[in-house]
C-alpha cells in the first residue's frame, strides 16, 4: 500500500506552466539574420542554455553571449522580454494547487534560469502558495542530477517516502525514486487530480 504523502514536489515547466521556446525563436528571429530553427539549435543544442539553468552564466553574460551567437540586434531588457513571455499556466492546475495546498505542504524543484522564474512568479500569483523552491540556477545543479533532488527533500519537511515528485519527464521521476519519493508522470491535470485523490492528498468528491 503506497504511504499517503505529506509534501507534493512539483515541477514547474509542463506541469504548473506550459511554454514554447520556439516563441522566443520565431521573436527573436525578427532583429537577427537567424531563421527560428537556426535561433533554436545555437541556443538550446548548443548548451548555451543550460549553462544559464545551472548558474554558470548570469543574466548578462547570457545575453552577451546569446546576442554574439546571433548577431542579434536588441537591449537586455528587450531580449529579457522576449525570453521570458512564453509561458501560460496550465488550465485547471491553480484550483487542483489550493485543493492540495489546504491538507499537504507544496514544493516546487525546477530546472530553470533567474528571468524565467522572475516572470513566473510576476505573472502566475498561485506560485505565491508554495512553500519552497528549489531553483537549478540557484543550487549550481540540475535534474535528474540526484543532489538537486536531496536539497528539495531537505526542504520537504517529510522524509522521502512521504514525497511525492511530479514531472513530465519520466526520467526526471525515476531520478526521484531512486532516493525511495514516490513518482509520478505528469500528463494531464485530470489524470492528476484522479491519482491525488487515490492516493489520499485530496478529499474525495461529494
Known amino acids: 500500500m503506497t504511504t499517503v504523502p505529506k509534501t507534493i514536489i512539483f515541477d514547474l515547466g509542463k506541469v504548473i506552466v506550459g511554454f514554447d521556446h520556439m516563441t522566443f525563436c520565431r521573436n527573436a528571429s525578427h532583429f537577427c539574420e537567424v531563421s527560428p530553427a537556426a535561433v533554436y539549435d545555437r541556443l538550446f543544442l548548443s548548451g548555451l542554455v543550460s549553462r544559464f539553468d545551472d548558474g554558470t552564466l548570469s543574466g548578462e553574460a547570457f545575453f552577451k553571449a546569446a546576442c554574439a551567437d546571433l548577431g542579434m540586434r536588441a537591449d537586455i531588457d528587450l531580449f529579457a522580454r522576449l525570453w521570458s513571455d512564453i509561458f501560460t499556466l496550465t488550465s485547471g492546475i491553480e484550483q487542483l494547487l489550493i485543493d492540495v495546498k489546504q491538507r499537504l505542504r507544496i514544493v516546487c524543484l525546477s ?3 533567474p528571468w524565467h522564474f522572475s516572470w513566473c512568479r510576476e505573472h502566475f500569483k498561485i506560485l505565491d502558495s508554495f512553500d ?3 531553483l537549478s540556477y540557484k543550487e549550481g545543479c540540475c535534474k535528474p542530477d540526484l543532489e538537486i533532488y536531496r536539497r528539495a527533500l531537505a526542504k520537504s519537511q517529510a522524509p522521502p517516502e512521504q514525497c511525492l515528485f511530479i514531472d513530465d519527464s519520466a526520467e526526471n521521476v525515476a ?8 513518482g509520478l508522470v505528469f ?16 478529499q474525495h468528491a461529494a
Not at 531520478?175 to 514516490?182: G, S
Not at 500528463?187 to 485530496?202: F, I, M, Q, W
Request: with cysteine; hydrophobic share 45%.
Open 175 to 182: 531520478a526521484a525514486r531512486q532516493l525511495a519519493m514516490q
Open 187 to 202: 500528463s494531464s491535470v485530470d489524470a492528476l487530480e484522479k491519482d491525488l485523490r487515490e492516493r489520499g492528498c485530496l
Open 111 to 113: 530546472n530553470t534560469n
Open 132 to 134: 519552497a523552491f528549489i
